[in-house]
């Protein structure tokens, strides 16, 4: 059978269509698999439970490209359980309502604060400086009771327990001022202030109210704690 030019012609055209059309159509589908992740985002940064002073990193997982999206006439809709939103871990629901169509993925929420931690193992009664202590970005379900986001107001302050590096560093686990320390009580009244020497009986932190024996006159009295080696009362 002898092929005429004509028909050779025509036949690498149809070779040369065929190939534009799968690039064509592969890209509308990698288009289409992108804005639904990029959808997903949105409606996870719109609807989870976000702390609002936490710093927020919100990342869909990418959508498998051999999943074939069909085309909406109507916008695509999102959906996910008030549990599901609460989680690290964001399970969405992505429908076409005029068609039968759905998928599930996932979308991954990152919630960090910067919060003071060790940077080797101390033991009790150690001082704590700014050589041992440093600032981390720490997920918030990491975060338990009262923590520090500077190492400013924690030189000086002394360890009742043991750690290891990296732990964060909490009310519990501290004191600025320690039982059998000898303080400065700091007296004011009325614009004027005296200073005196005390015995802490207690273990105190920043803001706690602690008894304190006055080393002259042995009267123990209540005060607050305002640094690592001062108290301060009002007279």
């Not at 936490?54 to 490209?65: C, K, L, P, R, S």
Request: hydrophobic letters at 40%; one cysteine or more.
């Amino acid at each position: 059978m002898q092929i005429t030019k004509s028909n050779s012609v025509s036949t690498i055209l149809g070779f040369v269509l065929t190939y534009f059309l799968m690039i064509f159509t592969t890209a509308a589908n990698a288009s289409l698999h992108q804005s639904i992740q990029h959808q997903a985002e949105l409606y996870v940064q719109q609807n989870a439970f976000i702390d609002d002073s936490a710093d927020v990193n919100i990342q869909a997982a990418e959508v498998d490209a051999r999943i074939h999206i069909p085309a909406c006439t109507v916008p695509y809709q999102f959906e996910s359980s008030d549990s599901s939103l609460k989680q690290s871990n964001v399970s969405v629901k992505v429908t076409c309502p005029n068609t039968n169509w759905y998928l599930f993925t996932s979308v991954q929420v990152e919630q960090t604060k910067p919060v003071v931690v060790t940077s080797e193992t101390m033991s009790p009664g150690s001082l704590l400086t700014n050589k041992n202590l440093y600032v981390a970005d720490i997920p918030i379900n990491k975060l338990r009771g009262s923590t520090y986001s500077s190492t400013k107001n924690l030189v000086g302050a002394r360890l009742k327990r043991r750690v290891r590096p990296g732990q964060i560093i909490n009310d519990g686990m501290l004191c600025f001022v320690c039982k059998g320390d000898k303080i400065t009580i700091m007296a004011v009244a009325s614009g004027l202030s005296l200073k005196v020497s005390g015995i802490a009986q207690q273990d105190g932190n920043l803001g706690d109210t602690i008894r304190v024996q006055n080393t002259a006159s042995k009267k123990t009295i209540s005060a607050t704690v305002s640094s690592t080696s001062e108290v301060s009362i009002q007279i």
